[in-house]
């Protein structure tokens, strides 16, 4: 086990820069994400660090010990692939040990550590089984063996769960957390699933086109998004975006025919560029059926229902985010709330939301950093 | 899908007129070889000698040394097979896995070679094995037919080493492996199917061949190759075509050995990229 040390690390490909500066120090033990959409980087940044890409710049070291230019076998790191990568001509045992093998690990110790491994993992009927032989999950139980059976500094997973079926894929992330917990190893981890991020990370790293938005534990990503990108990106429905403004220095939203006052840092608010105005968001789990502090009545052109809970969209003077700041592609039409799925909700039937306006983001619209 | 009785005779109609098609040479080969010379000029043929000679098979083993030639194949396809599959092997799986600027043009220069008919290099290749003092030796064929057998298997290879995810060897190389021990620990035991496809395409290339033998290869018979041995039976006046028949039954009685051998890998390699 190793604390991590990332330091200014860059990727070019050409004149292409998918990587930009990036720093990041882990601890030993932590459990760190790297999140965000495709291409952002991530990927790449973990190859970086298991020694199968070269970095264009920036150093690298593990446990106190530079690895920037050590081949990916010397690091003493495990990997998990996302298309498992196991070995096909190989048994489940000898997968798991191969890697012991090719350290000239006595074959004795090998074998104790594999079955140790195997129980971990509960695969111990699988060990001499090949890996055309084995579900998805198995396969993915396999992959983690070869990893563990290692005892290396570091675990290295690059979207290990997105090949499995949606069930499967919530059962493994709780058994990746809770062997984190008994193993402690240092972990880092990939994936463009924001659940996955928010519930297996001691710490978030949110990227976008080879650059760090964010590093944050999951509670405060979510509560106190740096910027634009970060606030879109996290949640799900993404959170609200409307036009707001400066009114005697102070920050203002015009929300359905009301104007409401924004809290936000007075100094942050003066610096914000005025040519494009600012933008406050609102998440749709904070908008409430019923009375609250700010009530506002709306006809729903749209009521999802997933059960639990209830999708409201209605219409409002919605702000397009800048491109450079957008999560998805997609172009929302109107407003989401999240709500209990309290009532019977009919389209085009009025209904009465409120929302605690302490509750609203303010971010600045040209350079997409919050303002609150 | 289900067929209807029609379709279903339609098919094996077709499947049975395919067959006999290719076959029909083969048997005709097999008929020639039972038939007497004087039953061969006879018109209308007959599909079937009334007397099937199986003697000449004895007559043409004992007058012709077939097991000296074929012996000369087998070492001229196995020399051939064995250093073309080492450079294509390691040429084939360099295209697929390293970016190297150049690199794609160069794979597609090594297939220009393939495009040259081999009766144009047989005058440059004469002149050089001349000069090195390999002319007469079965050596001349090994590098010659290598030549002609590499840019195909280059490509074939390059083809197969694609369909293999590169995580395998990034994760062999996690696991400890350099990048040539995890092309031998990992991506040649996977690569068995495509490799005994590529190999069993080399041997037939160079087992087929004639020109590069008949150029490179002296004129004592003991030096020569199974397909040159043949030809040599050709009378200036009479041949013998039930001796030559024969003889050319010997000849490829091997490969077909050989084919039913790897048959198994064979399919799986040469299908392996179409399936994913």
Request: glycine share 8%; proline share 5%.
């Amino acid at each position: 086990m190793a604390n991590i040390s990332i330091q200014n690390v860059y990727k070019n490909y050409g004149s292409l820069n998918v990587l930009k500066e990036f720093s990041l120090e882990i601890e030993d033990g932590e459990f760190v994400v790297l999140v965000g959409p495709s291409g952002c980087g991530k990927s790449t940044m973990l190859k970086i660090l298991a020694g199968l890409e070269p970095a264009s710049g920036g150093r690298i070291f593990i446990g106190g010990r530079e690895m920037t230019d050590l081949a990916p076998g010397d690091r003493d790191i495990a990997m998990v692939f996302q298309n498992y990568a196991l070995y096909p001509h190989l048994t489940v045992a000898e997968n798991i040990g191969f890697g012991l093998k090719m350290r000239k690990v006595a074959k004795k110790e090998i074998a104790t550590r594999i079955k140790d491994a195997a129980k971990i993992l509960a695969i111990e009927n699988l060990l001499q089984r090949r890996p055309k032989e084995l579900s998805g999950g198995q396969r993915q139980r396999v992959a983690l063996g070869r990893a563990i059976v290692r005892e290396p500094q570091a675990f290295l997973m690059d979207e290990p769960l997105s090949n499995l079926d949606a069930k499967l894929r919530v059962h493994m992330r709780a058994e990746i957390s809770a062997l984190h917990q008994r193993l402690g190893v240092t972990t880092i981890y990939v994936t463009h699933d924001q659940i996955e991020a928010m519930t297996m990370a001691d710490r978030v790293v949110i990227m976008k086109d080879g650059v760090i938005q964010q590093i944050a534990d999951p509670d405060t990503l979510f509560r106190k998004p740096a910027n634009l990108f970060v606030a879109g990106f996290m949640g799900s429905p993404g959170m609200n975006f409307v036009s707001a403004r400066q009114v005697d220095g102070k920050a203002e939203v015009e929300l359905l025919g009301q104007a409401v006052p924004v809290d936000a840092d007075p100094g942050k608010l003066s610096g914000a560029a005025s040519s494009k105005g600012l933008i406050a968001g609102i998440r749709p789990e904070y908008i409430k059926l019923g009375d609250g502090p700010l009530r506002f009545e709306v006809k729903p052109t749209l009521v999802e229902s997933l059960g639990s809970e209830q999708y409201v969209y209605f219409s409002a003077d919605e702000h397009a985010v800048p491109a450079e700041f957008r999560a998805d592609d997609e172009n929302r039409k109107g407003l989401i709330a999240r709500v209990q799925n309290a009532a019977h909700l009919g389209v085009g039937e009025a209904v009465t939301l409120s929302l605690d306006p302490a509750r609203i983001h303010l971010f600045d619209a040209a350079s997409g950093k919050a303002l609150n | 899908m289900k067929r209807t009785r029609l379709q279903s005779l339609i098919l094996y109609g077709v499947v049975v007129l395919t067959c006999a098609f290719l076959l029909f040479p083969v048997y005709w080969l097999i008929v020639t070889a039972l038939s007497t010379s004087a039953e061969l000029s006879r018109l209308p043929p007959s599909f079937w000698p009334e007397a099937p000679q199986w003697g000449t098979f004895a007559k043409v083993f004992a007058e012709r040394p077939i097991p000296l030639w074929l012996l000369n194949s087998t070492l001229a396809a196995l020399g051939s097979v064995s250093l073309s599959m080492v450079v294509s092997v390691l040429a084939g799986y360099s295209l697929s896995r390293f970016s190297v600027r150049g690199g794609h043009s160069l794979g597609l220069f090594i297939l220009t070679a393939k495009m040259l008919p081999a009766t144009l290099l047989v005058i440059p290749l004469f002149g050089i094995f001349r000069q090195v003092g390999l002319i007469g030796s079965l050596w001349s064929l090994v590098i010659a037919h290598a030549t002609l057998i590499i840019p195909f298997t280059t490509w074939m290879l390059k083809g197969y080493f694609d369909t293999i995810p590169r995580e395998l060897e990034q994760s062999a190389m996690v696991d400890g492996c350099s990048p040539l021990s995890a092309m031998v620990r990992v991506i040649l035991p996977i690569s068995t199917p495509g490799l005994a496809a590529t190999a069993l395409y080399a041997f037939v290339l160079s087992w087929s061949d004639y020109a590069y033998a008949r150029t490179f290869l002296t004129n004592q018979q003991g030096s020569w190759t199974a397909n040159l041995g043949i030809t040599t039976m050709k009378g200036e006046y009479v041949t013998d075509w039930n001796e030559v028949s024969a003889a050319a039954i010997f000849i490829a009685v091997p490969i077909i050995v050989i084919y039913l051998f790897l048959e198994r890998y064979l399919v799986g390699g040469l299908t392996a990229g179409a399936e994913k």
